[in-house]
């Protein structure tokens, strides 16, 4: 069973700039003509793209989980977990300016805890981003106590990671979380066991893509 979240097609964060850049291309455009305005028009067109937030169905088979975030997989294997002290199978998707930035829970559970670490700005596409970067981490913990982690990790762009939620906060499958600015990856650390069912250069979805099963 699918479930279709509803949810305005553009995200809340792109509101603003939205409104900045479509006023400067009418001004620029009555001001100087069409040829004038035209870069105003494009980089107004770029930034509506970036900030669309599209509907998604959300998978409900017991188990799954879903990609956080739109963008390439461009890592998976076992790795040791730097959160919670363990070895994990770690899955990690990489959004460029074109993807569909909105942050999304893999799977429902509750939040047990939030770590931000300030960083660098590398190529997120870099395996070294994990480490090094700006990030902030969401742990997650299923019904049956499986631990997850979702990782937002800011980008060679990216300047502003933003979280919406709290410690002791439930969250649904597929709920949004929260939001990276122009271009980033997020890093999910899973249980040890997990049925990856995606590989290196396949493109995902959030909220609707599952990488695999628990």
Not at 36 to 52: D, K
Not at 102 to 113: H, I, L, M, Y
Not at 121 to 142: C, G, I, M, P, Y
Request: neutral net charge; hydrophobic residues 45%; contains cysteine.
């Amino acid at each position: 069973m699918r479930v279709i979240d509803t949810h305005p097609k553009l995200a809340r964060e792109g509101w603003f700039y939205v409104a900045l850049t479509l006023i400067a291309a009418v001004i620029t455009t009555a001001v100087f003509g069409f040829w004038g305005g035209l870069p105003f028009w494009i980089i107004a067109a770029f930034v509506l793209q970036f900030f669309r937030d599209p509907y998604r169905e959300i998978p409900q088979e017991d188990g799954q989980i879903i990609s956080p975030a739109d963008g390439k997989v461009i890592f998976t294997g076992l790795v040791a977990d730097p959160h919670l002290d363990r070895q994990a199978y770690k899955v990690s998707v990489f959004m460029n300016v074109f993807s569909v930035h909105s942050n999304r829970a893999p799977t429902s559970g509750t939040v047990k805890d939030i770590w931000y670490h300030s960083g660098e700005f590398v190529n997120a596409a870099l395996d070294k981003a994990s480490e090094h970067n700006e990030r902030n981490a969401v742990w997650l913990q299923t019904e049956q106590g499986q631990d997850i982690v979702s990782v937002q990790v800011a980008g060679l762009v990216a300047r502003r990671i933003l979280c919406y939620v709290k410690s002791g906060d439930q969250l649904a499958r597929g709920q949004r979380y929260g939001f990276i600015r122009f271009g980033s990856r997020v890093d999910l650390f899973l249980p040890e066991d997990f049925n990856c069912d995606v590989s290196l250069g396949d493109n995902v979805q959030s909220g609707s893509s599952v990488l695999g099963k628990l």
